[in-house]
């Protein structure tokens, strides 16, 4: 029987933050864990960090999974670049998609601008996107998770 399961020795998380010290809180536990050495700590801007993966590293459809939780007002240009940094059939996950449990802004609500705003314009960016199956998860904040199609 052969296994769908990548072996251990391949598996690696990129993590990118310019928040050093949200990783620092969950290092002890990485440790603790013993899977530091599976780790790639990137302390950059998201946007620098992946364009550097595709320039510069040439990792273009090298993922199997990208999963988002950065500025909003970005999601979309990720979105771009994780396209081609996710392998076909990979997956691209996206936190808090639904902003508050709310899907559309109340009429008496100021949204444009805001973090609320990009999040509904990239969730109506992702339902038209032709590239990817598309599937939210209405839990809290919401989940949205992108499948690859080409």
């Known amino acids: 029987m052969k296994s ?3 072996s251990e020795a391949l598996t690696k998380v990129i993590a990118i933050d310019l928040d050093k ?3 620092e809180v969950g290092l002890p536990f990485v440790r603790k864990a013993d899977v530091e050495h599976k780790i790639n700590y990137i302390h950059s801007d ?3 960090a992946l364009n550097n993966l595709l320039k510069n590293e040439r990792q273009e459809g090298e993922f199997d ?3 988002v939780d950065a500025d909003k007002e970005n999601y979309i240009n990720y979105h771009e670049l ?4 996710v392998k076909v059939g990979g997956i691209i996950a996206y936190d808090n998609t639904l902003w508050y449990g709310s899907v559309a802004p109340s009429e008496h609500e100021e949204v444009e601008d805001t973090p609320w705003d990009a999040l509904r314009k ?3 960016f992702l339902a038209s996107d ?3 199956d598309l599937s939210l998860i209405s839990i809290a904040d919401g989940l949205t998770l992108c499948r690859r199609l080409r």
């Open 65 to 67: 999974f990208a999963f």
């Open 4 to 6: 769908l399961l990548k």
């Open 130 to 132: 032709s590239r990817i």
């Open 122 to 124: 990239l969730n109506s």
């Open 82 to 85: 994780l396209l081609k940094l």
């Open 21 to 23: 010290e949200a990783y």
């Open 46 to 48: 998201g946007m620098i």
